[in-house]
């Protein structure tokens, strides 16, 4: 059984530094296309990074791109979000998703809520 757990996520102040972890379990991780999105309450799911393994290219939203950086630990099956100088805007649930097939991502968390106030 896959389980990804999302971990990190809290209450910060406009400008701040937030790590997001995923744990994940049930999958052979080195070789799983490993990825973040949020969602803000009433919108879409919105897409914010992605480490396809089979290439090795990490993939970013260009409302995230310089801030945010998506790193991954092997070792760990852990993959993260480095999220910097947080604005207002990047106040969502944040989901990590892996396997991607068939056109959509097979496996999700449960969500880690960040908040970033004024």
């Known amino acids: 059984q896959v389980q990804l757990v999302e971990s990190g996520g809290g209450l910060v102040q406009a400008g701040d530094s937030l790590r997001l972890s995923c744990a994940a379990s049930g999958l052979t991780f080195r070789s799983a296309t490993m990825a973040w999105f949020r969602q803000i309450p009433g919108k879409e799911r919105e897409f914010v990074a992605v480490?396809?393994?089979?290439?090795?290219?990490?993939r970013y939203a260009d409302s995230v791109k310089g801030r945010f950086t998506l790193s991954r630990d092997n070792a760990k099956n852990t993959v993260y979000l480095q999220m910097n100088s947080l604005k207002v805007e990047d106040t969502a649930v944040y989901y990590c998703a892996a396997v991607y097939t068939g056109g959509q991502y097979r496996y999700w968390g449960q969500g880690t809520q960040v908040t970033v106030s004024s």
């Open positions: 480490d396809n393994w089979y290439d090795g290219n990490t």
